[in-house]
């Protein structure tokens, strides 16, 4: 397994590299309990890039199958707040809200926040991405007062750490502008949604007076040299 490991493409959200991942998978797929018995911590990132291979390319039942193997054997060998548990609970929620499991999806997104909350503490990236997740979980669950809650807290994060404008943080102020009209908060839903295009706008120009600078800049070192 360690030889697949170190073989295995950086990305495997890069559809050039699938060819690659299916050839590794077909390695893999008879003797998965074998590949999840590995405590080995490459063997392991491995085994999670596997499952983001599985869900990008469209084989879900696969990703959930072997998501669910992987949990289960990685819990009782490592316990529950581990970050490899953690991305593989990741995977499976992401799969399962794929295809259409909302219920799945939202156990799964929320067990898995809670490890990384644990583990990692609020403002780690793994645990702003799964707290993301399962507020979308919990508005296609129906669940639209917790879901505004979850980005009202991923919207603070965001503007405490680097100010409100940029693209997390126009998607999550759009979040709560969201949230808001679905508990029927419609001022409040105005007021939210016209701040995150204000920003979007703002990024928006922000980067192309950046790019400007950055092309006379590029420019200016040209006609320097010739």
Known sequence: HLMLASVAPADPADGRQWARYAELYSHTRLESLRLAKCTDQKVREFAVK??????????????????????????RDSGEPDEHVI???????????????YQQAHRTADQAYRNARELLGEQDEL???????????????????????????????????????????????????LGLLLTSQYYDAAVALGRALDDHEKGTQATAVTARSEERRVGKECRSRW
Do not use: N
Request: aromatic share 4%; proline share 1%; charged share 25%.
């Open 127 to 177: 645990t702003a991405e799964l707290r993301h997740a399962l507020a979308q979980d919990l508005r296609l669950i129906g669940e639209f007062a917790e879901a505004l809650h979850l980005d009202r807290v991923s919207s603070e994060a965001l503007e405490a750490d680097r100010g409100p404008i940029g693209t997390r943080g126009v998607v999550a102020a759009s979040d709560v502008g």
């Open 50 to 75: 596997l499952l983001r291979y599985l869900r990008v390319s469209g084989e879900l039942a696969a990703c959930q199958a072997m998501a669910a193997e992987f949990i289960e054997r990685w819990v």
């Open 87 to 101: 991305r593989a609970q990741a995977q499976l929620a992401a799969a399962s809200r794929e295809a259409g499991d």
